[in-house]
């Protein structure tokens, strides 16, 4: 994880988290807490994950619940393979 705070108060925040379903085709999440809090809701947020395969075995990932100190990322395959998340958040500090 990491984080770069500008001058004119914006923050931009980044990292990943594994998650692992445990059933196939039903979203598994995972909370994350912000390197930083920002002082509200991240203005823009961004879920990449890291696959050869979306689209056919990777069917969905998505975010919910953002907060000023995190949010909690989801995934969604064909099996119950780990599949790594990357995030990036952007917000203000101050």
């Known amino acids: 994880m990491g984080y770069i705070k500008y001058d004119n108060g914006i923050i931009e925040q980044w990292g990943e988290v594994t998650i692992t379903p445990t059933t196939a085709n039903t979203p598994r ?7 930083v809090p920002f ?3 991240p ?6 994950p890291n696959t050869a395969v979306p689209g056919s075995t990777v069917t969905g ?3 919910a619940v953002p907060s000023a100190t ?5 995934i969604t395959r064909t099996n119950t ?4 998340l990357h995030w ?3 917000g203000h500090w101050k």
Request: neutral net charge; hydrophobic residues 45%; charged residues 5%.
């Open 29 to 35: 999440g995972q909370a994350i807490n912000f390197p």
């Open 39 to 41: 002082i509200n809701v």
């Open 43 to 48: 203005e823009n947020i961004n879920v990449t």
């Open 61 to 63: 990932w998505s975010f």
């Open 70 to 74: 995190g949010m909690t990322l989801y």
């Open 81 to 84: 393979t780990a599949t790594t």
């Open 88 to 90: 990036r958040a952007l």
